[in-house]
């Protein structure tokens, strides 16, 4: 076993132990930045379920191309070979008389066809694209609507605009609302760590006069800090995952009144993982920036 | 072995505790530094053991001029040290075993070895029957007895004292002074700073006599 692996191990366990030995502030530090990381942390799961519930409404993501009348067999061909070129994604050829006959079976509709003296709605395709970037739909739209024998292009890209604008606001704020609390987080960790330190002072006199670098110092209180962090993450991620158990039921309430199906998806491991990593670096973070001010007062 | 040319020790403020001073110390030698208080004795064994800087001249030790040393390296000559600190510096939050343990932790020792070595170590002190023993409970030559296993854990090549006996009586003052006579006629250069004149008698060391941060004798 080498000496740096027996430093880490050490310094390791002397921050489990200094976390143990302290039950109620660690309890306290922890909880702290737990909900100073819940907030953020529940503001992105929302997002992301909201993004997720705005790319399955149906006919948010969708183009539809109406063809002119007079476009024959062979244009509707040509179509087809240029969506093939053109639209990665999906889509449903809609032939006239099936959205005639779709008109007729509407309420109220049937005596009114029966009245036209001919079929007054064109071919159609449904384009489902694998980008719903609004930019991108609005590229796409804006191409399809330049093909031969193709009378309007629909994309209902006021909406999707309003809600990408609306997505990207709510990430914006929720990137300030981050930046303030994991600040909050390194303000906790540092003022911890400086009490540390200050408690220790007779101790860390003592093991520089007989030779410990400065990295042996630091280094429980990087752990420390880390490891006090990375405990609020994991608390943080508990938390969303309560909070989204408990909105589940009323969302999904919500979802069948508007004829939908939507569940709240929870964070994943990955996202839990993220979040006490992201716990664990505001902690190192503070504790580095405690340490290192610490120090230089105790030189 | 330790050689100090013109060396010199101002303090902010302008006061020189130590001024053009040159001397040498085998390797092997037990040394004493005496003088009136005031004299540079404290001054010249931080000088020694890098607690420190010179603000001139050059001191050698094991062929490392310290004055020219980064100051990360400084961590790694001091584990070459024992040192036995003025009022002892004992850590009062952990057993006497876990005191002794810090200079080997710091080295990176495997800690069952670790262990080994402290015991052995506080065996040689007389200290072993009190290893879970809080520093507080020790009486004050049996905390000085601590500090110096404290600075021989690491097996130094050499072992600093500054006035191991100050606030010992006499009994215990000379039980130390055994002490460190015996870690002296094992082979490591020992250099003690004191005020107590009656240590020459009894081990017969050399003495670096300091008056005003000069050596005159």
Redo the contacts between chains.
Sequence with gaps: MNAWFIHHRAALSAAFRRLWATPLNTLLSVIVIGIALTLPAFGYVALDNLRDLGRNASGVQQISLFMSLEASKKDLGEIESRLRQAANGKWKFVPKEEALKRMQSSEGMAEIVASLPRNPLPDAFIIEPANIEPEALEILRKEIAGWPKVAHVQLDSAWIKRFDAFLRLGKLALWMLAGLFGAGLVAVTFNTIRLQVMAQSAEIEVARMIGATDGFIRRPFYYFGALQGALGGLLAAALVLAALRLLGGPVGELAALYGGNFSLRPPGIVETLGLATLGAFLGWLGAQLSVSLSLRKLD | MILASNLTKRYPGGFEAVKDTSFSIEAGQMVLITGHSGAGKTTLVKLI?T?ERPTSGSLVVNGQNLSALGR?AI?????HFG?V?QGQ?L?F?RNALENVL??L???????REAIRRAQAALDKVGLLAREKANPIALSGGEQQRLAIA?AVV?RPTILIADEPTGNLDSESGMAILDILADFHRVGVTVVVATHDQSWIARCHPNVLRLAHGKVVA
């Excluded at chain 2, 961590?75 to 584990?79: A, D, E």
């Excluded at chain 2, 932790?105 to 800690?111: E, F, S, V, Y």
Aim: glycine fraction near 4%.
């Design positions: 053991s607690i990360s961590p790694h000559v001091r584990r040192l600190f510096k850590l939050d810090l200079p932790q710091i080295a990176g020792l495997p800690r404290r690491n």
